[in-house]
């Protein structure tokens, strides 16, 4: 089915993107696998970094598709990446076994350091790799399921939908932070020795977990470009730009909404499950409604509504995020908050839009120059601010 | 050796039956200095007890110079107290004597077992001290720590107490050395679980329910009709304090979502730095506070006062600033306006932790809003009550502005109808900054009564914003009257829900239970009717 799409889509500059991202992941992977001696070798903490960049490329072009597509601005996809990565968390510290500090095969050193004596039943099952894969996209499905049908069936949209999303990360955060939930509480999980039989220490996994990365990366991309560009695509744009005249056209916004948030919580939970092994912890400080905004700030850089954009927007903003925090730590909150200003103010498309902001922008001069037409329009748009919505009792 | 050991005891008591003798007929104080004269600690620890028995006024300051190590005796039975620069007084008559009077004088040796008898000692005197504070601590110290050979030292304490309050204490002192007490008969029991059962606190219940499991059934029974009476009441004050609490943290979110209520509600501008604006009134009164310390250090019990206009022009300029540069651009644009003020809020806070680094800063409780007072089985701390009556005077002064003055009405005219508002000659733009500034200068003054109750740090905002964003959607956008019973409520339902199921767990609780009341009533408690709503 998805090699249908495929042959159907025309043009091949859509594929350029994953390719020159293969490619450098195998670079990058090649070259770490070099004798350190060698001129041309990369070190083990720049191939964990390149794979951490395609992690949050997964979690930007997750947050696109149901922003830019669907026109639902989640500020909670970072519960999603975080359950994913604790569902991987969960399998890893199954691998540790006995030697963990306090050498007790049965149970995860917290649970021993806790007085544990029994592995608590939602912890049954995580010592298998396939069970654990099954959870990285059933756990954050389903409460995306959950959450989508609640949310979409009583139609809240727009800012509420946001803010409840926001609200739903803060309590998971929460939640994650007590001891007793069984979750490593306030550390997380983390010391993890390997995966299916590798050694998360070695060059070599860190090359194949960063390569695992890319693959599944362009995976999704493949797979969100065949979705947008199927009927099923163009009701969601529908959606976005003009959700009731869909309704009343027939369509049952609610499911197209549902199917796709659902959709971008799986890729999400895949995205945070691969970057948990690469950066050796999780905790809940990866519920951070900060964090979600963040991702959705990468978005907004790359341009909304363009999945290339939203790879391109991660990486570029995680390498300046890597620079600025190396250079100048202090000023980095501040580069970042700029950002988000201004890039809502003046790149409304992203860079990606740039060129074609800039092309509109002339060609508009251009018309404006011939017909003489110069203000009006301004005013026009305040029009469109939420109007009558202040009562004042007496 | 041995033998003498085991006699020496003995003589003591024989000493001390002849020092009972002669405490008729001559002083307590003389006694006391013979007894101190010696070098036995055994010796010592007796003339404490019995120093303590004599109820003289003098013998409370010499125990208490004792316990310091500041009582001396020399070898002609005087007893003098020396003070801390080396000057003697006598003992019994408080009068200062020359050093060389004391010449000969030595300390009276006290060890650990002397020390306690000591402490002992002290707990009995006060019992009979004049001082009626004083009598009330002792009563309540042997409450705490029921000794029954205080039973008779606490018989005639409450024979000779007059005041009816400290007479009901020591009775129930008394109850509890006799419930504590394996030898006291079953009616007495009865009588004393009666008399606790009165005091109706966790320390009377605690005492009670030892005797629940008692060999007599009549006490048995009382006990536990006892323990469930003083249950009920204990749950119903606790649940009236959780109320209180409830109020005091409603009232914070009342005052930190009002200003939201105002930017969100009324201009449909979600502000995410709204947090951060509270937190510049958090700092304005820091700096306040030191300003006033530094130039007029009489006046800082009332810096407060200054603090409060000043926080309001300081968040409101930055908010009329950000309106101009940024959010006018942005309106009708709700989701892009939501990433910018995030930006923005980060910018803030990194700005606050430049300045004033990111450790908290302190801001004192002015002498007024500190402490507390008892109403009941209830604790009020005053410092809360003054942020409920200041949060309901903010609500107050915001509603008669909105609905009295020239610039409410415009607000209200251009939120309702924006291009009819302009036809009529108002300058729409503004209004919009005004409004938003006003909002933002309320957080400010959110600012100033937080920095009462919480850490001022730079993210001082940030553990407020969602919470208030909650307030404002659960009552009903644009509807000042749904945020404050948003707010109360939700204060109430978090402090309720605390004592159940943990402080953390409870946040959970009504973050989910509001998730799901949103779904259910996407438009809040109180939404608005009409088409206006629909745009």
Redesign the interface.
């Given at each position: 089915m998805i090699l249908r799409y495929i042959q159907r889509l025309p043009g091949k500059a859509d594929y350029i993107l994953p390719a020159l991202l293969l490619a450098a992941a195998l670079l990058i992977g090649g070259l770490s696998l070099l004798p350190e001696t060698a001129s041309l070798h990369v070190s083990g903490y720049v191939v964990s970094l390149f794979g951490k960049y395609l992690c949050y490329a997964l979690l930007a072009l997750s947050v696109d598709l149901v922003w830019g597509y669907a026109g639902i601005?989640s500020l909670g996809h970072g519960a999603f990446f975080a359950l994913g990565g604790y569902a991987m968390g969960m399998y890893l510290m199954r691998q540790i076994g006995a030697r963990g500090v306090y050498g007790n095969a049965l149970l995860p050193d917290f649970m021993v350091f806790l007085n544990w004596h029994d592995l608590p039943w939602y912890w049954y099952g995580f010592d298998h790799f396939i069970f654990a894969v099954v959870m990285m996209a059933l756990v954050p499905g389903l409460l995306a399921f959950a959450?989508g049908y609640?949310?979409f069936?009583?139609?809240?949209s727009?800012?509420?939908l946001?803010?409840?999303t926001?609200?739903?990360t803060?309590?998971l955060m929460?939640?994650f932070?007590?001891n007793d939930m069984g979750f490593g509480g306030n550390n997380g999980l983390t010391d993890f020795k390997d995966l299916l039989g590798a050694n998360l220490q070695s060059d070599g996994t860190h090359a194949g977990l960063m390569l695992a990365s890319a693959i599944l990366l362009c995976v999704f991309y493949l797979l969100c470009r065949a979705l947008i560009r199927s009927r099923f695509g163009k009701v969601l744009v529908a959606v976005r730009d003009a959700e009731s005249r869909t309704r009343f056209l027939g369509y049952r916004v609610e499911r197209y909404k549902l199917t796709v948030f659902v959709f971008s919580a799986v890729m999400a939970g895949f995205a945070g499950a691969l970057y948990v092994p690469q950066v050796g912890i999780i905790n809940p400080s990866e519920f951070a409604?900060?964090n979600s905004?963040e991702a959705?700030?990468w978005v907004?850089v790359g341009g909304r509504g363009s999945l290339v954009g939203a790879i391109i927007g991660a990486i570029l903003v995680n390498f300046a995020k890597t620079v600025f925090t190396g250079a100048f730590p202090?000023l980095w909150?501040?580069a970042?908050?700029?950002?988000?200003?201004l890039?809502?103010?003046f790149l409304?498309r992203g860079f990606v839009g740039l060129w074609a902001q800039l092309r509109s922008r002339w060609a508009d001069h251009q018309t404006k120059k011939r017909e003489g037409i110069s203000k009006g329009d301004a005013s026009e748009?305040?029009?469109?601010?939420?109007?009558?919505?202040?009562?004042?009792?007496? | 050796m041995q033998l003498l050991r085991k006699l020496l005891p003995l003589a003591f008591c024989l000493l001390l039956c002849g020092q009972a003798w002669r405490a008729a007929s001559a002083d307590a104080i003389d006694d006391a200095a013979a007894g101190f004269g010696s070098s036995s600690y055994a010796d010592i620890e007796q003339t404490v007890a019995a120093l303590a028995v004599s109820g003289d006024p003098a013998a409370a300051p010499i125990l208490q110079a004792l316990g310091d190590g500041q009582l001396m005796v020399t070898d002609d039975h005087h007893l003098f107290i020396q003070a801390d620069d080396g000057s003697f007084t006598d003992a019994r008559t408080h009068q200062k004597v020359a050093t060389d009077a004391a010449a000969d004088a030595r300390p009276v040796k006290v060890n650990n077992k002397v020390r306690r008898a000591i402490a002992a000692a002290m707990g009995q005197l006060t019992l009979l001290s004049p001082d009626a504070a004083q009598r009330r601590a002792a009563a309540d110290s042997v409450f705490h720590d029921p000794n029954p050979a205080r039973l008779p030292l606490l018989d005639s304490a409450i024979a000779k107490e007059s005041d009816s309050g400290i007479k009901r204490r020591l009775e129930q002192a008394r109850a509890a050395i006799l419930l504590s007490d394996t030898a006291t008969s079953p009616a007495d029991r009865l009588a004393a679980i009666a008399v606790l059962a009165e005091r109706g606190d966790q320390d009377a219940r605690a005492l009670i329910s030892a005797s629940m499991t008692s060999s007599d059934p009549a006490v048995a029974a009382a006990a536990t009709t006892a323990v469930k009476r003083i249950d009920l009441t204990l749950s119903l004050w606790s649940g009236a304090q959780s109320v209180y609490y409830g109020l005091s943290l409603g009232s914070v979110l009342l005052l930190a979502a009002i200003g939201l209520a105002i930017t969100f509600?009324?201009?449909?501008v979600?502000n995410m730095a709204h947090g951060e604006m509270v937190m510049l009134g958090a700092y304005t009164t820091f700096v306040v506070q030191d300003l006033v310390r530094l130039y007029a250090p009489d006046l800082a019990d009332y810096s407060l006062l200054p603090a409060v206009p000043i926080a309001f022009l300081v968040s409101g300029l930055v908010g009329l600033v950000i309106e101009r540069s940024?959010i006018r651009?942005?309106?009708?644009r709700?989701?892009?306006?939501?990433?910018?003020t995030?930006?923005?809020?980060?910018?803030?806070?990194?700005?606050i932790?430049?300045i004033f680094g990111a450790s908290n800063r302190e801001v004192t409780n002015p002498s007024w809003m500190s402490g507390s007072f008892d109403l009941g089985g209830l604790v009020l701390t005053y410092n809360r009550l003054w942020i409920i009556v200041f949060a309901f005077a903010v609500f107050a002064g915001i509603?008669l502005l909105?609905?009295r003055t020239p610039l409410?009405l415009q607000?209200?005219a251009v939120?309702?109808?924006?291009?009819m508002a302009a036809s009529m000659g108002i300058r729409?733009e503004w209004v919009d900054s005004l409004t938003f500034g006003f909002g933002s200068g309320i957080a400010g003054i959110a600012g100033v009564a937080l920095s009462q109750i919480d850490n001022v740090s730079p993210n001082l905002g940030?553990s407020y914003i969602?919470d208030s964003?909650?307030v404002v959607?659960f009552g009903g956008?644009?509807?000042?009257?749904g945020t404050l019973v948003g707010a109360l409520s939700l204060g109430v339902a978090n402090k309720i829900l605390e004592p159940v199921a943990g402080a953390?767990?409870g946040?959970?609780v009504v973050?989910?239970l509001?998730?799901?009341f949103?779904?259910?009533r996407?438009r809040g408690l109180f939404p608005?009717k009409?088409?206006?709503?629909e745009?």
């Amino acid at each position: 089915m998805i090699l249908r799409y495929i042959q159907r889509l025309p043009g091949k500059a859509d594929y350029i993107l994953p390719a020159l991202l293969l490619a450098a992941a195998l670079l990058i992977g090649g070259l770490s696998l070099l004798p350190e001696t060698a001129s041309l070798h990369v070190s083990g903490y720049v191939v964990s970094l390149f794979g951490k960049y395609l992690c949050y490329a997964l979690l930007a072009l997750s947050v696109d598709l149901v922003w830019g597509y669907a026109g639902i601005l989640s500020l909670g996809h970072g519960a999603f990446f975080a359950l994913g990565g604790y569902a991987m968390g969960m399998y890893l510290m199954r691998q540790i076994g006995a030697r963990g500090v306090y050498g007790n095969a049965l149970l995860p050193d917290f649970m021993v350091f806790l007085n544990w004596h029994d592995l608590p039943w939602y912890w049954y099952g995580f010592d298998h790799f396939i069970f654990a894969v099954v959870m990285m996209a059933l756990v954050p499905g389903l409460l995306a399921f959950a959450f989508g049908y609640l949310a979409f069936r009583s139609r809240v949209s727009g800012v509420y939908l946001s803010i409840i999303t926001q609200a739903l990360t803060y309590a998971l955060m929460l939640a994650f932070f007590r001891n007793d939930m069984g979750f490593g509480g306030n550390n997380g999980l983390t010391d993890f020795k390997d995966l299916l039989g590798a050694n998360l220490q070695s060059d070599g996994t860190h090359a194949g977990l960063m390569l695992a990365s890319a693959i599944l990366l362009c995976v999704f991309y493949l797979l969100c470009r065949a979705l947008i560009r199927s009927r099923f695509g163009k009701v969601l744009v529908a959606v976005r730009d003009a959700e009731s005249r869909t309704r009343f056209l027939g369509y049952r916004v609610e499911r197209y909404k549902l199917t796709v948030f659902v959709f971008s919580a799986v890729m999400a939970g895949f995205a945070g499950a691969l970057y948990v092994p690469q950066v050796g912890i999780i905790n809940p400080s990866e519920f951070a409604p900060a964090n979600s905004i963040e991702a959705v700030i990468w978005v907004a850089v790359g341009g909304r509504g363009s999945l290339v954009g939203a790879i391109i927007g991660a990486i570029l903003v995680n390498f300046a995020k890597t620079v600025f925090t190396g250079a100048f730590p202090e000023l980095w909150l501040f580069a970042l908050g700029g950002l988000f200003v201004l890039v809502t103010l003046f790149l409304p498309r992203g860079f990606v839009g740039l060129w074609a902001q800039l092309r509109s922008r002339w060609a508009d001069h251009q018309t404006k120059k011939r017909e003489g037409i110069s203000k009006g329009d301004a005013s026009e748009r305040r029009g469109e601010m939420p109007e009558g919505k202040l009562e004042v009792g007496e | 050796m041995q033998l003498l050991r085991k006699l020496l005891p003995l003589a003591f008591c024989l000493l001390l039956c002849g020092q009972a003798w002669r405490a008729a007929s001559a002083d307590a104080i003389d006694d006391a200095a013979a007894g101190f004269g010696s070098s036995s600690y055994a010796d010592i620890e007796q003339t404490v007890a019995a120093l303590a028995v004599s109820g003289d006024p003098a013998a409370a300051p010499i125990l208490q110079a004792l316990g310091d190590g500041q009582l001396m005796v020399t070898d002609d039975h005087h007893l003098f107290i020396q003070a801390d620069d080396g000057s003697f007084t006598d003992a019994r008559t408080h009068q200062k004597v020359a050093t060389d009077a004391a010449a000969d004088a030595r300390p009276v040796k006290v060890n650990n077992k002397v020390r306690r008898a000591i402490a002992a000692a002290m707990g009995q005197l006060t019992l009979l001290s004049p001082d009626a504070a004083q009598r009330r601590a002792a009563a309540d110290s042997v409450f705490h720590d029921p000794n029954p050979a205080r039973l008779p030292l606490l018989d005639s304490a409450i024979a000779k107490e007059s005041d009816s309050g400290i007479k009901r204490r020591l009775e129930q002192a008394r109850a509890a050395i006799l419930l504590s007490d394996t030898a006291t008969s079953p009616a007495d029991r009865l009588a004393a679980i009666a008399v606790l059962a009165e005091r109706g606190d966790q320390d009377a219940r605690a005492l009670i329910s030892a005797s629940m499991t008692s060999s007599d059934p009549a006490v048995a029974a009382a006990a536990t009709t006892a323990v469930k009476r003083i249950d009920l009441t204990l749950s119903l004050w606790s649940g009236a304090q959780s109320v209180y609490y409830g109020l005091s943290l409603g009232s914070v979110l009342l005052l930190a979502a009002i200003g939201l209520a105002i930017t969100f509600g009324v201009m449909g501008v979600i502000n995410m730095a709204h947090g951060e604006m509270v937190m510049l009134g958090a700092y304005t009164t820091f700096v306040v506070q030191d300003l006033v310390r530094l130039y007029a250090p009489d006046l800082a019990d009332y810096s407060l006062l200054p603090a409060v206009p000043i926080a309001f022009l300081v968040s409101g300029l930055v908010g009329l600033v950000i309106e101009r540069s940024i959010i006018r651009f942005l309106y009708g644009r709700p989701l892009e306006t939501l990433l910018a003020t995030f930006g923005l809020s980060l910018v803030l806070q990194q700005a606050i932790r430049t300045i004033f680094g990111a450790s908290n800063r302190e801001v004192t409780n002015p002498s007024w809003m500190s402490g507390s007072f008892d109403l009941g089985g209830l604790v009020l701390t005053y410092n809360r009550l003054w942020i409920i009556v200041f949060a309901f005077a903010v609500f107050a002064g915001i509603l008669l502005l909105l609905s009295r003055t020239p610039l409410g009405l415009q607000m209200r005219a251009v939120t309702q109808n924006r291009r009819m508002a302009a036809s009529m000659g108002i300058r729409t733009e503004w209004v919009d900054s005004l409004t938003f500034g006003f909002g933002s200068g309320i957080a400010g003054i959110a600012g100033v009564a937080l920095s009462q109750i919480d850490n001022v740090s730079p993210n001082l905002g940030q553990s407020y914003i969602i919470d208030s964003f909650m307030v404002v959607v659960f009552g009903g956008v644009g509807n000042l009257w749904g945020t404050l019973v948003g707010a109360l409520s939700l204060g109430v339902a978090n402090k309720i829900l605390e004592p159940v199921a943990g402080a953390v767990l409870g946040k959970i609780v009504v973050l989910v239970l509001l998730v799901l009341f949103i779904q259910r009533r996407p438009r809040g408690l109180f939404p608005l009717k009409g088409r206006a709503v629909e745009s």
